[in-house]
Nanobody
Framework: QVQLVESGGGLVQPGGSLRLSCATS????????VGWFRQASGNEREGVAC????????FVADSVKGRFTITRDSDKNTVHLDMKNLKPEDTAIYYC????????????????????????????WGQGTQVTVSS
């Protein structure tokens, strides 16, 4: 099973920027659909941005559109989430997740709409990284 590791979280002031990274040493991440999800205290986990394994197409949630970007760095076997103009409501634990396309065919929008229990044995999650936006 793919083991994902997130990094890059931290404390940032409103209006600031962060880059989150999702990496694995187990498999070539470029072969997998990858998504970034977040869960704020007391809230359900929600999809933020997802990227396709096939054509590189992406989906970004309306709540972060224009501020967050998801990209692949194939050389580093990493998927990044670049976040700018951060707001206090972006405070959450951010998780990356993968779905192997040979286990289930998903579009980025579909993947980002999935709940953790929908992943079952078709994908896996990282341990999460905390992002806190506060002055």
């Amino acid at each position: 099973q793919v083991q994902l590791v997130e990094s890059g979280g931290g404390l940032v002031q409103p209006g600031g920027s962060l880059r989150l990274s999702c990496a694995t040493s187990k498999f070539i991440l470029g072969y997998y659909n990858v998504g970034w999800f977040r869960q704020a205290s007391g809230n359900e986990r929600e999809g933020v941005a997802c990227i396709s394994s096939t054509d590189g197409s992406t989906f970004v949630a309306d709540s972060v559109k224009g501020r967050f970007t998801i990209t692949r760095d194939s050389d580093k076997n990493t998927v990044h989430l670049d976040m700018k103009n951060l707001k206090p409501e972006d405070t959450a634990i951010y998780y990356c997740a993968e779905i192997a396309p040979w286990k289930r065919s998903v579009t980025p929008q579909l993947m980002c709409s999935m709940r953790p229990e929908d992943f079952g044995d078709i994908g896996s999650w990282g341990q999460g990284t905390q992002v806190t936006v506060s002055s």
